[in-house]
């Protein structure tokens, strides 16, 4: 008989729970001899008041504040999964006592049933999981589901036949990995390529690890799994009833595996979340963190108490901020980290039931649910703000960093030029002599194209000849400008090419400091989509230089103001208009591999799995 993920996780940790143990905060473990790796330090942000000041002194009158706010159900239910694909868009899973699926489109304020009845005797769903706002899974009555427009669901039949589900995910809308297998014996990884109708098993986890000098071969128990990209993915568990911990890791997007790490040192891992390819986290079930910046080869603790129980979870928004919660029964104690997982901070939230799970797809955004229809949600409101039920919650950092930075300058920039341009069309505009004649772009060079194809090692090499000012015709910008701007306002262009050229450079830095975990889909796109946004500002830039008047000038003005409004807009919102459906231009589309692809023309006549009509 299969169960869902959500009550195996709650089995095989009960069976583990007297055999955890605390691992110290200086612990080091390295599966192999390695030279120590060190994480590059996190990129530069806006000022902002510190999530947890060292000292009172240093503190200073926020201007923000973090806070959770009640946006309860109006229902007695049982919330059993959440899922946020950005601070609007985002799904509620669970059972009272039918199972039902809600959605919401407006950050929780309002709440549509999409799925089922709460007041029948339909099975409960569980274990929700999205590939981006339109693509998703769950779990009802041992039967995986999926929506492919966000909105209808079918019944796509069962994983494996007498496998026990640990858990699953996908990372396109046809290739999803699932873990699965009885807790006396060695987890099984099996694969699927037609969106979930059809399972293969690809790998049987075993490892060798030393017991008492002795070399000893053992089939490891898998419970959590993680991917970080299209083909980066990692498992971690260890023994079901020993005392000991696995990682195994995939580079071919689940085809293969191998054991990476094993150890006898720490007690099985609990959850595993990698912000990027290197870097990541594990949790055992004592609630230690272990990190590690070489890909799971070597391992050391975190600093801080890590909060844990047996409904416990470990969540990214970005590869900075992250949460682990002890939600289960009456507690309401959560740990957070602003720094990737090295340092932990514990606070008390006196929630008025029992949480179960939290979504977090920003990191001023957080949803908690649980019981009796609870939903709390997590946002920064000025600092005077007062509200029925609300309780005081750490401000988070602020997400952006120097991109968005030069995005703010950009548009200060813009609103000064086109305040002197619309002065100047009821006065002469006098003629600004330049010191020397100018040079071609007006400003440094740059190549959006060797940005993004170096995106992997950061920025490109600086121009090895600046004297002699090589053309790069990839950027668009690089054009001379007219004699009316040399005229006009050669200082303010000035200005901005500067400001856009920084922006420029922040893209792959961006990319890696601040990429959207929550999504596979848009993490995957955010780079093309910045060095596409990029390029436009830069078209929109080069017709702004080469304008032959003052009308010409303003009109260009106009379009560079909206591509860099666009793209601020694009940072605030950790691009939530990327996904699959989105990107293809075809709702219903997907991803084989890393390729966008449309869906398949619908069947008429074919009525949704829930029987009843779509929500319109």
Not at 154 to 161: L, N, Q, S
């Amino acid at each position: 008989m299969q169960i869902s993920q959500f009550h195996a996780r709650r089995l095989s940790i009960l069976g583990l729970a007297a055999f955890l143990t605390v691992a110290a905060p200086g612990i080091s473990l390295r599966a192999q001899q390695a030279a120590p790796q060190h994480r590059p330090p996190a990129a530069a942000r806006p000022a902002r008041p510190a999530a947890h000041p060292a000292t009172p002194a240093a503190q200073q009158t926020p201007k923000l504040k973090g806070i959770w706010e009640p946006i309860n159900y109006p229902d007695d239910l049982s919330f059993e999964d959440v899922f946020f694909a950005n601070d609007q868009v985002g799904w509620i899973a669970g059972k009272g006592p039918g199972g039902f699926i809600l959605h919401t489109a407006d950050g929780g304020a309002h709440w549509d049933l999409q799925l089922g009845d709460p007041h029948s005797d339909t099975p409960e769903v569980t274990n929700l999981y999205f590939l981006d706002a339109t693509h998703g899974w769950a779990i009802q009555d041992d039967n995986l589901i999926r929506t492919t427009d966000g909105m209808t669901w079918e019944t796509i039949g069962p994983f494996v036949a007498h496998v026990p589900l640990h858990k699953f995910q996908f990372t396109s809308a046809q290739d999803g990995i699932m873990l699965g297998g009885y807790a006396t014996e060695a987890t099984s990884i099996y694969a699927t390529h037609d969106g979930g109708r059809s399972w293969k098993p690809v790998y049987q986890c075993a490892a060798t690890i030393q017991v008492n000098g002795l070399t000893e071969n053992k089939g490891c128990y898998l419970s959590d799994l993680y991917f970080v990209s299209s083909r980066v993915g990692y498992a971690t568990g260890g023994g079901y009833n020993d005392h000991w911990a696995a990682i195994a890791k995939t580079t071919d997007g689940g085809e293969s595996w191998k054991v990476i790490f094993a150890s006898n040192d720490v007690d099985r891992i609990g959850n595993v979340f990698f912000t990027d390819e290197n870097n990541g986290v594990v949790r055992l079930g004592s609630g230690q963190v272990l990190i590690t910046a070489d890909g799971g080869q070597n391992w050391r603790g975190a600093t801080g108490a890590v909060q844990s129980n047996l409904w416990s979870e470990l969540r990214f928004a970005d590869p900075e901020v992250g949460w682990s919660c002890e939600l289960g029964g009456n507690a309401g104690r959560c740990s957070y980290t602003v720094d990737g997982g090295k340092d932990w901070i514990s606070r008390d939230f006196a929630f008025p039931a029992s949480g179960q799970v939290f979504s977090i797809p920003r990191p001023d955004c957080i949803c908690v649910v649980g019981i009796h229809g609870m939903i709390y949600r997590y946002r920064e409101v000025p600092a005077d703000y007062t509200a029925k039920g609300i309780l005081d919650a750490p401000l988070m950092p602020a997400y952006g960093g120097v991109l968005r930075q030069n995005m703010d300058e950009m548009k200060g920039q813009i609103a000064a030029l086109q305040a002197k341009l619309g002065a100047a069309g009821s006065a002469a505009v006098q003629p600004v002599v330049p010191d020397a004649a100018p040079t071609r772009g007006g400003g440094p060079s740059f190549s959006l194209a060797s940005y993004n194809q170096n995106a992997a090692t950061g920025p490109a090499d600086p121009d090895p000849n600046p004297q002699g000012f090589v053309q790069d015709v990839s950027d668009a910008s690089d054009v001379a400008p007219s004699s009316f701007v040399q005229n006009c306002c050669a200082t303010q262009v000035q200005s901005m090419q500067t400001s856009f050229t920084s922006a420029v450079q922040q893209v792959p830095t961006f990319n890696s400091q601040f990429r959207v975990l929550n999504l596979l889909s848009v993490a995957i796109n955010m780079l093309s989509d910045l060095t596409n946004r990029a390029k436009q500002i830069s078209t929109a830039f080069a017709a702004l230089k080469q304008a032959p008047n003052l009308q010409a000038a303003l009109a260009a003005l106009g379009n560079l103001s909206t591509q860099v409004d666009g793209t601020a807009q694009a940072i605030d919102s950790q691009f939530q208009s990327l996904g699959a459906g989105q990107a293809s231009g075809t709702p219903g589309g997907g991803f084989i591999g890393n390729q966008v692809v449309p869906a398949a023309p619908s069947t008429p006549g074919t009525a949704p799995a829930n029987g009843r009509p779509p929500q319109p």
